[in-house]
T-cell receptor, first 117, second 116 residues
Framework: AQKITQTQPGMFVQEKEAVTLDCTYD???????LFWYKQPSSGEMIFLIY????DQQNATEGRYSLNFQKARKSANLVISASQLGDSAMYFC??????????????WGLGTSLAVNP | DTGVSQDPRHKITKRGQNVTFRCDPI?????LYWYRQTLGQGPEFLTY????????KSRLLSDRFSAERPKGSFSTLEIQRTEQGDSAMYLC??????????????FGEGSWLTVV
């Protein structure tokens, strides 16, 4: 059964340092997509980065990069040069199937990140 | 603002009352999703529309819940005879047909429901 596991309930990082948030997934579908979202205390779910199962290179978006290790079924989010505004809840999510057949996302429980000044 | 918008942002209602939430997706997006999120949990899928067709509905969606997208644009989620267990944030999301737009699912700011 499809599943997303985020094993870190909470993480702390010093401002300007890098931090890695862990995510492992389980699926039997060879085609899938992996997403990371940021949810600040206001509640909005903000899209950060996407990685497709057939993408050859790891996805990057500004200070965010996704360390995609397909054989290990892991999709860790790396945030470089942390800022105070990065303090939020971070969710890893997975969609099975190709993008043209967009369906529901399966979500992890999230990791709460606190950036210390 | 061209993002996903939801209304109202906050709703407090008495148990047994009906509530309706509205979602306006990104204009060129044909796919629309509703999720529910309770404190300390990730979002749970409720339902999914492609254009005006409701293609998937979670078993979480009891008979008291109904969603519509009559013209393939905005959507409404109605909860009848609300119960305290319905207290949650209701998130709407949309995505496009293919490519980058198809891979990216954008969420609105959510509608907080408190049933007292």
């Amino acid at each position: 059964a499809q599943k997303i596991t985020q094993t870190q309930p909470g993480m702390f990082v010093q401002e300007k340092e890098a931090v890695t948030l862990d995510c492992t997934y389980d699926t039997s579908d060879p085609s899938y997509g992996l997403f990371w979202y940021k949810q600040p205390s206001s509640g909005e779910m903000i899209f950060l980065i996407y990685q497709g199962s057939y993408d050859q290179q790891n996805a990057t978006e500004g200070r965010y990069s996704l360390n995609f290790q397909k054989a290990r079924k892991s999709a860790n989010l790396v945030i470089s040069a942390s800022q105070l505004g990065d303090s939020a809840m971070y969710f890893c999510a997975m969609r099975e199937g190709v993008a043209g057949n967009n369906r529901k996302l399966i979500w992890g429980l999230g990791t709460s990140l606190a950036v210390n000044p | 603002d061209t993002g996903v918008s939801q209304d109202p942002r906050h709703k407090i209602t008495k148990r047994g009352q009906n509530v309706t939430f509205r979602c306006d997706p990104i204009s060129e997006h044909n796919r629309l999703y509703w999720y529910r999120q309770t404190l300390g949990q990730g979002p749970e899928f409720l339902t999914y529309f492609q254009n005006e067709a409701q293609l998937e509905k979670s078993r979480l969606l009891s008979d008291r819940f109904s969603a519509e997208r009559p013209k393939g644009s905005f959507s409404t989620l109605e909860i009848q005879r609300t119960e305290q267990g319905d207290s949650a944030m209701y998130l709407c999301a949309s995505s496009g047909r293919s490519g980058i737009s198809g891979n990216t699912i954008y969420f609105g700011e959510g509608s907080w429901l408190t049933v007292v």
